[in-house]
Nanobody, 112 residues
C-alpha cells in the first residue's frame, strides 16, 4: 500500500520561501507520476504542479516562476521549493501519487 508523508509546512512572511517534502513508501516510486495539490479554506483542491516519471513538469499558472518541483527516485522523495510566497498561497498542501494516493497534508500560511 502506497503511503505519502508530507513535511516542511509552516508560517512564513510574504516574499519568503519554504521547501515541502513528500516521503513515498509502499511501491515502486519511479513508476509513479507525482504531484502537489493545495486546498485553501472554502475552495476546491487544485493542482499546483505535476512531475512525470520522465521528469516532465506541469505548473499551475499561479505558481510558474516561483515554485519548483523535483524528485529523487533513489530516496523516494518529492520536493516543492516555494519562493516569493504570497498570502494567496496559504493552503493545505497535499502530495499525490498517480492521481490515486494522497498524503495527510501540510499547512502553509503566508502572513505578516
Amino acid at each position: 500500500q502506497v503511503q505519502l508523508v508530507e513535511s516542511g509546512g509552516g508560517l512564513v512572511q510574504p516574499g519568503g520561501s519554504l521547501r515541502l517534502s513528500c516521503a513515498f513508501s509502499g511501491g515502486m516510486f519511479s513508476f509513479y507520476d507525482m504531484a502537489w495539490y493545495r486546498q485553501a479554506p472554502g475552495k476546491q483542491r487544485e493542482l499546483v504542479v505535476r512531475i512525470t516519471t520522465s521528469g516532465s513538469t506541469n505548473y499551475a499558472d499561479s505558481v510558474k516562476g516561483r515554485f519548483t518541483i523535483s524528485r529523487d527516485n533513489a530516496k523516494k522523495m518529492v520536493y516543492l521549493q516555494m519562493n516569493s510566497l504570497k498570502p494567496e498561497d496559504t493552503a493545505v498542501y497535499y502530495c499525490n501519487a498517480h492521481n490515486t494516493y494522497w498524503g495527510q497534508g501540510t499547512q502553509v500560511t503566508v502572513s505578516s
